[in-house]
């Protein structure tokens, strides 16, 4: 079997597993959210916050909600990270850099899991599982969350009434999370990823020395990190590493675990707003982008010139020979268009083309699927947007799910799609302009310049994958990065709360003959069109500069 067929039948495989899950876990999350029930453990968790998860919030108080437990879990994780010297199982590692801690406690708890550190050489297993672990099941619920309400927001008029934060936190966490990465664990450990608490391991003589191997509960950690789109692995090689991701099975089921929520999600939304249909346009836009990047990706790197590159059957530079070209551009694509960030392959490695592709996923606000939770409201925001150009061209106002999309509704969405690119772009520029920073860089010219417009891409969407080379652990960067990983996370969501609250507020509008069918595939076709040329007029000039310059080269 040649290795594009190998690719193209992987692909397939995917999408048929990801059909089958698609209507059970899409109904059930939405039994989860409409529910009046509380489970008898969760009853012990509102009583132990001093919560009442039937007390009804606003929006302002749904966001407050978000933003005093994600506080918490910053400090929390700072200081945990800062007394790991004095903690029982730290297998030696001494307390982690004030500027790095902060750097790590930001990018878990915002769901990003940038890592400048290496996860072997320096957290010890109380950090990692009480630590970086919860924070992978907690900041994946909140995204969830906040997705929850926004679909409230399309679902109910005449109340500003959101729902609770903390019944949405806590479902998430114990009714989805939980026992879908416990299943899933189980499979990984099952096809050979570690589990365990030992410690550090002299392995065999290489070169006149030996070589240390880490144990730790690495299979439970990959299993959310996966399933929550989180990202962070429990080795610096991430998924490339033979603990976390054994074989060429457990690859394909990784990219699985990657995409199966934030698509359910789309079905779970059309089960709330009451028109399954209007999940599925949903649901086609996002994978309309993603079969479309997947396409691009494998050409790029299939596209292989020379007898070096033809006798390895692709660019496989970079790449692990368990996966091959095919199994590392399907999990690239779908890592980059989720805020998954965990990777199989070094994307500095790819093609330039193909860099350009993982970075313009991240560009794309990463929506298709997106992270869980992120992906399905920023997906909402940019479907707001694409009904708002209609309205401009038939001279009609705009509505969507029979709420009008007026000025204030266009003021939040406007701003939410501007925050991230400012993150981005200011941050590249001030790099590149200012002394020290650059040499930071492995890379010189165009490859170089990749290298930090990926940085803060990854960081400012909250991805977490990085384009290797760069020296990310310095004063600089580690603030630089924190500071936009906690910007683009929280930021986004006073806007996407604040619609939310706006749209609940309204009364429903009454469909008629001129009303645009948003269930309908022309409404597809007119959102993935919005939604690149958006991305295209803001990021073209900084991808001109490095992916594209390197590709035409």
């Not at 989805?176 to 050979?192: D, E, K, N, R, S």
């Not at 789109?229 to 060429?248: I, K, L, M, R, W």
């Not at 009454?510 to 645009?516: D, F, K, N, S, V």
Request: charged letters at 10%; aromatic letters at 10%.
């Amino acid at each position: 079997m040649g290795p594009v067929l190998a690719g193209v039948l992987q692909l397939l495989a995917l999408i048929g597993a990801l059909a089958l899950a698609y209507v059970p876990l899409g109904n059930y999350m939405a039994k989860v959210f409409s529910s009046e029930r509380h489970w008898r453990v969760e009853k012990w968790i509102y009583k132990g916050i001093g919560a009442d998860p039937d007390t009804e919030m606003r929006w302002a108080s749904y966001l407050r909600g978000v933003l005093a437990f994600s506080v918490a879990g910053v400090l929390f994780l700072y200081l945990l990270q800062r007394l790991q010297g004095s903690l029982p199982g730290s297998l030696g590692f001494s307390s982690i850099e004030p500027a790095q801690a902060f750097n790590t406690a930001a990018s878990f708890v915002s769901n990003t899991n940038w890592q400048s550190y290496s996860g072997e050489q320096a957290m010890g297993h109380v950090v990692q599982t009480a630590g970086l672990a919860v924070q992978n099941f907690v900041s994946g619920a909140v995204g969830i969350a906040v997705a929850m309400a926004l679909v409230r927001g399309f679902a109910r008029s005449r109340t500003g009434e959101l729902g609770n934060f903390w019944a949405d936190l806590v479902r998430g966490t114990v009714r989805v999370l939980v026992p879908a990465a416990a299943i899933a664990a189980v499979v990984l450990v099952a096809c050979g990823a570690l589990q365990n608490f030992s410690g550090i391991h002299e392995v065999g003589q290489f070169m006149g020395g030996s070589q240390q191997w880490n144990g730790g509960a690495v299979a439970s950690q990959e299993a959310i990190k996966e399933l929550g789109t989180n990202g962070g692995g429990y080795f610096n090689a991430n998924s490339a590493h033979p603990f976390e991701n054994p074989t060429p099975f457990t690859n394909l089921f990784e990219i699985f675990l990657i995409l199966v929520i934030p698509l359910a999600l789309t079905r779970t939304f059309g089960i709330m707003v009451g028109s399954v249909k209007q999940g599925y346009a949903i649901l086609g836009t996002m994978v309309t982008i993603w079969v479309g990047f997947v396409a691009l990706m494998m050409w790029t790197e299939f596209a292989h010139h020379g007898p070096a590159l033809q006798a390895a059957g692709g660019a496989m530079e970079g790449k692990e020979a368990r996966f091959g070209v095919g199994g590392s551009a399907l999990f690239g694509v779908s890592t980059t268009l989720t805020s998954t960030g965990a990777v199989d392959s070094f994307h500095s490695s790819f093609t330039g083309l193909g860099g350009g592709i993982t970075m313009l996923g991240m560009m794309l606000g990463e929506i298709a699927p997106g992270g869980v939770g992120s992906g399905l409201y920023g997906m909402l925001i940019m479907a707001i947007i694409a009904v708002f150009i209609a309205g401009l061209m038939v001279g009609r106002t705009p509505e969507y799910l029979g709420k009008k999309i007026g000025a204030r509704e266009m003021k939040l969405a406007a701003c939410y799609i501007l925050v991230t690119p400012a993150l981005v772009l200011i941050f590249t520029a001030a790099s590149m302009a200012l002394r020290t920073p650059p040499n930071s860089m492995l890379n010189s010219g165009a490859h170089g310049f990749s290298e930090v417009l990926y940085a803060f891409t990854s960081a400012s969407n909250n991805n977490g994958s990085a384009f290797a080379g760069l020296n990310a652990n310095t004063d600089w960067f580690n603030t630089t990065t924190g500071l936009a990983m906690l910007l683009g996370r929280f930021v986004p969501m006073v806007f996407v709360l604040a619609l939310a609250g706006s749209l609940a507020e309204q009364k429903p509008v009454p469909t008629t003959a001129g009303t645009l069918r948003t269930e309908k595939p022309l409404f597809t076709g007119l959102l993935v069109g919005a939604i690149l040329i958006i991305t295209g007029l803001t990021y073209f000039p900084a991808l001109a500069l490095g992916p594209l310059a390197e590709g035409l080269a």
